[in-house]
C-alpha cells in the first residue's frame, strides 16, 4: 500500500513537472529594457513643438508613421497615443501632450522584436532620423529638445538659436552653439 | 535585386511565368531562399539598435509608394469617406481591427491562403534536382498571410479636399512556419481599393 503510495507520489510529481514545462514555454519572454538613465532615454525620445493644436500633432504622427512604412495598430485621440509597426519588427509608441500653453510635447519609444523578446531602442539617432526629423519636416516646425530639469514648467524647451540650456548666459559671443551632448548636432531640423 | 526577388513572388506573375519556364523560376526560388536565409543570419548578429536603424527608414521610393497609396476626394465630410472606406474592406474580407474617426484612422487585417501551384511545383522541381545530384533539399513554399490595412484621412486645409491614404502589407508564413514580412506596392491593389472606395462614396478620385 505504502509503495503505491510513493509510486502515485513519483507519478504526480512527474506529471506535474510536465505541466510546469508546458507553461513555462507558453510565458511570453519579458521585455528587454534600455539600462541607461531614465532622463537621457527621456531626452532622446522626447521634443516639444511651438503649436498649441494637440490633434494636429497627433494626426502628424500618424500620418509620418505611415509615410515611414508603418502600419496602425492602435490610436487613442483622448489619451494622444498612437502605436504602429513596421515589417513585424519595429514598433513605436508616440504619446502627445499639451504643456503649458502653445506648446505640445511627442514622446517616442520605440521596441525592437527580437528572439530574446522585445527590446527597447535607446540610440538618440534613431529616434532624431528616424521619427524626429520626418516628424518636424511634416509639421513645419523645428523639434525643439525639452529641458529635463523642469520637466512640469512651460517654456522649457531648448531653443536651437540658443543651444544651450542656460539662456541666461549673454549671447553676444559669436560662437555657434553647442547641443547637449550625447544627442547628434543635428536636432532641430526645420524646413 | 532583392526588389525584383519580392516583386516575383507576387501570386499573379509567378504562377504565369511558372507555366511557361518552370526551369527559371525553379533557379529564382532557389535564389530567393539563399537571400532571404542570408538576410536571416545578417538579422541575427545585429544588435536591436542597428535594427531598428534600418527597419526604421523610410521605404526606397517613399514619394513613389505615397502617390500609389494616396487619392483625394471632392467632399469635407472626412467621416462618411471613412464609414465608406470600413465598408470597402469589409466587402474585400477584412476585419476591422481599430478605427478612430476622430484623428481618421482605420486599421484592418485579414487571413488568406499563399499556396501557389507554381511555387510548389518549383520546389518539387529543385528537390527532384538535389536528389539526382544525391543533395539533400528541404522543400519551402509559401503557406499563408496575413494582410493588414491602414487607412488614414486627413482634410486639406482651404481646398476642400479630403486626402486619403491606404497602406497595405503582409506576413507571409511559409510551409516550416517562418514569417516574411513585406510591403504591398503594387499599383493594381491600391487601384482596385480605391476604384471600390470612390463607388462607395460616389465620387471621383483624384491622384496626388
Not at chain 1, 534613431?126 to 526629423?133: A, K, S
Not at chain 2, 487585417?109 to 501551384?117: H, L
Not at chain 2, 536528389?131 to 486639406?156: E, M
Request: proline share 7%.
Amino acid at each position: 500500500m505504502k509503495r503505491c503510495n510513493s509510486w502515485g507520489l513519483a507519478l504526480a510529481v512527474a506529471v506535474t513537472l510536465l505541466l510546469a514545462a508546458c507553461q513555462a514555454s507558453r510565458q511570453p519572454t519579458p521585455n528587454v529594457l534600455s539600462s541607461k538613465p531614465a532622463a537621457e532615454l527621456r531626452a532622446m525620445q522626447t521634443r516639444g513643438f511651438e503649436i498649441a493644436d494637440e490633434t494636429k500633432v497627433l494626426r502628424t504622427v500618424i500620418a509620418t508613421l505611415q509615410d515611414l512604412g508603418y502600419a496602425i495598430d492602435k490610436v487613442e485621440p483622448p489619451a494622444g497615443t498612437v502605436t504602429a509597426t513596421k515589417l513585424s519588427v519595429l514598433s513605436l509608441t508616440a504619446v502627445v501632450h499639451p504643456r503649458g500653453t502653445g506648446q505640445t510635447v511627442v514622446r517616442a519609444n520605440a521596441m525592437v522584436r527580437m528572439a530574446s523578446g522585445n527590446t527597447q531602442v535607446d540610440d538618440p539617432a534613431f529616434y532624431q532620423r528616424r521619427f524626429f526629423e520626418p516628424l518636424s519636416k511634416a509639421l513645419f516646425l523645428s523639434a525643439l529638445q525639452v529641458e529635463d530639469a523642469d520637466e512640469d514648467q512651460a517654456g522649457g524647451f531648448i531653443m536651437p538659436e540658443t543651444g544651450a540650456a542656460q539662456s541666461a548666459q549673454p549671447s553676444a559671443d559669436e560662437t555657434p552653439p553647442k547641443p547637449p551632448t550625447g544627442y547628434p548636432p543635428s536636432f532641430g531640423h526645420g524646413p | 535585386m532583392l526588389r525584383e526577388i519580392f516583386h516575383c513572388e507576387a501570386p499573379i506573375r509567378r504562377s504565369a511565368e511558372a507555366e511557361r519556364v518552370p526551369g527559371r523560376v525553379a533557379i529564382k526560388a532557389a535564389v530567393t531562399s539563399v537571400a532571404l536565409s542570408g538576410l536571416l543570419a545578417l538579422t541575427a548578429c545585429q544588435s536591436p539598435n542597428e535594427i531598428a536603424m534600418k527597419v526604421g527608414a523610410p521605404p526606397d521610393s517613399a514619394a513613389k509608394l505615397r502617390a500609389v497609396e494616396t487619392r483625394r476626394y471632392d467632399t469635407l465630410d472626412e467621416p462618411a469617406l471613412l464609414t465608406a472606406a470600413a465598408q470597402t474592406l469589409q466587402d474585400l474580407g477584412f476585419t476591422i481591427s481599430e478605427s478612430s474617426s476622430e484623428v481618421g484612422v482605420l486599421a484592418a487585417s485579414k487571413q488568406r491562403d499563399a499556396e501557389e501551384a507554381g511555387q510548389i511545383a518549383a520546389q518539387v522541381g529543385i528537390t527532384l534536382v538535389a536528389l539526382l545530384f544525391g543533395v539533400a533539399y528541404h522543400p519551402v513554399w509559401d503557406k499563408d498571410q496575413n494582410i493588414t490595412v491602414s487607412v488614414v484621412t486627413t482634410p486639406i486645409e482651404n481646398s476642400g479636399q479630403v486626402e486619403v491614404r491606404a497602406s497595405f502589407d503582409r506576413q507571409i508564413r511559409d510551409s516550416d512556419g517562418r514569417v516574411r514580412p513585406e510591403l504591398i506596392d503594387d499599383p493594381e491593389i491600391y487601384q482596385q481599393f480605391f476604384a471600390k472606395l470612390s463607388s462607395a462614396v460616389l465620387l471621383e478620385d483624384h491622384p496626388l
